[in-house]
């Protein structure tokens, strides 16, 4: 098991869709929400806003199934490769990253978000 | 254009190679280094630790084209979509991302490091 860098407590997850390889979200994790993901193989992060673990999907279902977790050459980053439930995203997109930076909309959305989050 | 959130200056990128997919490493950016990219049209970042801008490749001539940039939901990451000349890695690997958190290392190593740093 390689040892992580943690900066502040969190490292940054790059989570990526193992079957079609799109980048869904980038979140931020702590050393128990990537313990919790390795024992339960589902994604786990940290919120920086509402400051506590959250388990990927638990309100909308949406859950991603940890296939393999890889981390890069500083060990400061790591990207999950995931089998992904519904939509990563809380707009309703596959990915969240779903426009380029000058605002063009790459996809349609999959899911209305107001039917999944209340 | 949408308006980035940077977080003490600073916004994640992600790279991702256009054609295999494949995330090839994170990397900082800040204003600067996004204005240099889409200028150029070569990704350039900021180094935390040297504390100023680098265009990926000026040393090793492992430039980064950059084909799209993409940026999620919350406008605080960047994905970049990239054809990559030669290794993305400093230790020689086509991705920064060679190997499992458990070490086991997935890829051949593409270039010896030490012919391309000096």
């Known amino acids: 098991m390689i040892e992580l860098y943690y900066q502040n407590g969190l490292i940054p997850v790059v989570v990526q869709d193992a079957e079609t390889r799109e980048v869904l979200m980038v979140a931020w994790a702590d050393e128990k929400a990537v313990s919790l993901t390795q024992k339960t193989g589902y994604a786990h992060y940290y919120s920086r806003s ?26 400061d980053t790591l990207l999950y490769l995931v089998s992904q439930s519904g939509a990563a995203c809380h707009l309703g997109y ?25």
Chains 1, 2 share one sequence.
């Open 50 to 75: 509402r400051k506590k673990i959250w388990k990927k999907g638990e309100e909308s279902g949406h859950l991603q199934r940890v296939l393999q977790i890889r981390t890069d050459c500083d060990a």
């Open 94 to 118: 596959r990915s969240c990253f779903f426009r380029t930076l000058d605002g063009h909309v790459l996809f349609e959305r999959m899911t209305d978000p107001e039917m999944v989050y209340k």
